[in-house]
């Protein structure tokens, strides 16, 4: 937007809805994980794809105390 309001440059607007798309997806995914990992006391089994898709964190490698 900053781009197209100060120069003209309409790349940012041409791609906003991809970008945007791929982000609500993204947090919808995590939305649906979530929910499930915290509500459902059945044992559960990640899949390969879902554990490829999860961002390493510096918070999940420091454990409890």
């Given amino acids: 937007m900053?781009?197209?309001?100060q120069g003209?440059?309409?790349s940012g607007?041409?791609?906003?809805?991809a970008v945007c798309l791929r982000h609500t997806w993204n947090y919808r995914d995590f939305a649906v994980w979530?929910?499930?990992?915290l509500h459902d006391a059945r044992p559960r089994r990640?899949?390969?794809a879902q554990?490829?898709?999860t961002p390493p964190?510096?918070?999940?490698s420091?454990?409890?105390t």
């Avoid at 900053?2 to 309001?5: G, H, K, N």
């Avoid at 607007?13 to 809805?17: A, G, M, N, R």
């Avoid at 979530?34 to 990992?37: A, K, S």
């Avoid at 964190?57 to 999940?60: E, V």
């Fill in 46 to 48: 990640l899949s390969a």
């Fill in 2 to 5: 900053r781009d197209f309001v």
């Fill in 34 to 37: 979530i929910t499930e990992m």
């Fill in 57 to 60: 964190s510096t918070a999940s």
């Fill in 51 to 53: 554990i490829a898709a």
């Fill in 13 to 17: 607007l041409e791609t906003y809805s």
């Fill in 62 to 64: 420091i454990p409890f």
């Fill in 8 to 10: 003209g440059g309409k």
